[in-house]
């Protein structure tokens, strides 16, 4: 499906409400399928929480399709699950994004994990063991979701664990919001100098958990009250001004971009655009939250300023190779763009190529981040329906706003 978009301009009060983060989700139903008592409310409603759900039901061959978090959290469940046996694989894509890392933590603590096809890679042979060792150590600056997948299953584990991370920490709030989920439900676990310990748990002394809705979905609403007239809000909920989640950082990241956050009651944040962009070049450090690369960068494109940002070398391991794909479709567009293999700088652009079709990669973020340029220019963005990876209401909400578009089957 493709979606043509018209220039236009959001509604002047538009309200929305965004489905439950798709991380918080994902760690919340690894955890219930090893304490069942556990309930959940507002979970998401994306693509990857539902092979996430479908996946930890019984079966020999669990395939979670493009769900990246899902084949890192469940190669280190079913390594745990005593005299079980699963065949875990993925997409196309899926079986070339590398899982060694995660493998080779997983059999220093005595797990039977073997590669089908390339080593390093997907699909997997896992047969589950009861794990006595528990310390294991890491690269700092190896995917969150490696670390997070260890500690998620730890309290489950004989001994618990003890994680030491070597070097600077990449990606930190997600490694912190695992452990403030699992420390709120009552598992014990500290994190000091780099070494990181779960004690292990037979039950939760909290077993119900209202998720948050997702602030990667909600940067979306940033990039197009940024580009939005002067005076335009948007309310969005059900937002905490005290996040676990690391994208709650587009408060401050989007405040030299004229947008104004505010906590309302009933958990409603309100975005209004109070301003022009105070500078004329971005520069931000997004080591803690790369996902939002691509939205601050169309943002950027949109305003007609420079940007600059690192901290992305997580980046080329994601759906996509994001760095790679921004550059191409921004250039499509007109605009000058250089990448490393951790950083994107883009320069100003003041005239954007019009009723250009974007390759979105089988990238939802691709699809959405270019989405606010509508405001901009005519825009068409190629297998739109890939969104459903994280939030599958997005078409339907950027038409609730007052975005003009059409689907094209």
Same mark, same amino acid.
Request: a negative charge; aromatic letters at 8%.
């Given at each position: ?15 929305? @409400? ?16 090893l ?42 469940? #079913? ?26 933590a ?10 089908l ?106 990039? @197009? ?13 059900? #937002?905490?001004?005290?996040? @676990? ?59 007609g ?8 070398h997580?980046?080329? *391991? ?11 479709? *921004? ?30 990669y ?7 981040? @270019?989405?606010p340029?509508?405001?901009r220019?005519?825009?068409? *963005? ?28």
């Amino acid at each position: 499906m493709t979606v043509q978009l018209f220039t236009s301009q959001l509604g002047l009060n538009t309200q929305l @409400f965004i489905s439950g983060s798709k991380s918080e989700t994902n760690r919340l139903l690894l955890l219930q399928a090893l304490y069942p008592e556990l309930t959940i409310e507002n979970a998401s409603d994306s693509d990857d929480s539902k092979a996430m759900l479908e996946a930890v039901q019984p079966s020999t061959i669990i395939n979670v399709h493009h769900a990246g978090t899902a084949m890192r959290f469940l190669t280190a469940y #079913f390594a745990t699950q005593y005299n079980g046996e699963v065949i875990l694989t993925g997409s196309e894509r899926m079986q070339q994004r590398p899982i060694k890392i995660l493998v080779d933590a997983l059999r220093t603590l005595g797990a039977e994990i073997f590669y089908l096809k390339d080593e390093g890679c997907p699909p997997l042979r896992i047969i589950g063991k009861q794990i006595a060792q528990n310390q294991v150590v890491l690269s700092a600056d190896v995917s969150s979701q490696y670390i997070s997948a260890l500690l998620l299953v730890a309290p489950k584990l004989k001994n618990g664990l003890e994680l030491t991370l070597e070097g600077s920490i990449t990606s930190l709030p997600y490694i912190q919001m695992t452990l403030s989920l699992l420390q709120t439900l009552g598992v014990k676990n500290s994190f000091e100098h780099n070494i990181i310990r779960v004690w292990p748990a037979q039950e939760l002394k909290e077993n119900h958990w209202v998720v948050e809705s997702d602030w990667s979905s909600a940067s979306y609403w940033f990039s @197009f009250i940024s580009m939005s007239e002067i005076g335009t809000q948007i309310q969005l909920s059900n #937002f905490k001004q005290n996040s @676990f989640q690391g994208d709650s950082a587009l408060v401050h990241l989007y405040a030299s971009l004229g947008v104004q956050s505010a906590f309302l009651p009933d958990q409603i944040l309100q975005l209004t655009k109070v301003s022009a962009p105070t500078t004329v070049m971005f520069q931000a450090d997004l080591n803690y939250c790369p996902d939002l690369a691509q939205t601050i960068a169309i943002s950027c494109l949109g305003l007609g300023i420079a940007c600059q940002l690192t901290g992305l070398h997580t980046l080329k *391991i994601k759906e996509t190779d994001r760095l790679l794909a921004l550059k191409t479709e *921004i250039e499509k567009l007109g605009a000058e763009v250089h990448i490393t293999d951790h950083s994107i700088q883009l320069k100003a652009t003041k005239n954007l190529h019009e009723n250009i079709s974007i390759a979105t990669y089988q990238d939802h973020r691709m699809a959405m981040a @270019f989405a606010p340029l509508a405001l901009r220019i005519p825009i068409q *963005i190629a297998q739109a329906e890939v969104v459903s990876k994280s939030y599958p209401n997005f078409w339907d909400d950027v038409q609730k706003a007052g975005i003009q578009l059409q689907k094209n089957v």
